[in-house]
């Protein structure tokens, strides 16, 4: 399970797992008074057969200087989770040049949706061993949750499917799926 985990924590950091990317759709809509750019894969999260879409929406007064929003929709359209951050915070963190042009932003937005992690092995997250301040802190990993051990535990048990995401410069979110309370949690963050 340490390798495992381990290399989950890797491939995001470096830039992704190209096993896990799925089929997308990628559109590009001008304007005269912006750059807009959306790019969007199905995936399975919030079960192991839902066919929820993970979509990644830029708009902004030019290509470098948008707003990037990240959401995972439900089958039935609704949330499971949104964020949004600005794209040369998320760019940054991804490497390469600034987007100058509708295209490249889109091919931005396509890399940032090909590199989120979707594991829906068993046991994928680490034990919070008793006396340890975080999650995988045994194993060398600096990781940290926002949740009470005994949550933690309860969801961990549960052998959810895990979304990895970046949401910052240097930093990525792990969200699960919490079938009763039927909400995305954040578990880990790094």
């Known amino acids: 399970m340490r390798a495992l985990w381990q290399s989950i924590a890797v491939a995001v950091l470096i830039g992704g797992l190209g096993a896990c990317a799925s089929p997308q759709d990628v559109s590009l809509t001008g304007n005269a008074h912006g ?43 609704r949330q499971a989770l949104a964020f949004s951050l600005p794209l040369p915070v998320l760019q940054e963190g991804m490497g390469g040049a600034q987007p100058a042009t509708q295209a490249q ?46 949550r933690y535990a309860a969801l961990r048990s549960a052998r959810p499917n895990l979304l990895c995401l970046r949401d910052a410069q240097e930093s990525f979110s792990c969200h699960v799926w919490d079938r009763k309370q039927r909400r995305a949690e954040v578990i880990l963050q790094h």
């Open 35 to 77: 750059c807009d750019a959306v790019a969007s894969r199905p995936l399975a999260f919030s079960s192991r057969r839902a066919a929820d879409t993970l979509e990644a929406r830029a708009s902004g007064t030019t290509c470098a200087q948008t707003e990037v929003t990240v959401v995972l929709r439900l089958p039935d359209g």
């Open 105 to 150: 932003l889109a091919t931005l937005l396509r890399r940032y949706i090909d590199e989120a992690q979707l594991d829906a092995r068993p046991g994928a997250l680490p034990v919070w061993k008793k006396g340890e301040p975080t999650p995988g802190f045994d194993q060398g990993m600096e990781l940290t949750t926002p949740l009470s051990r005994q």
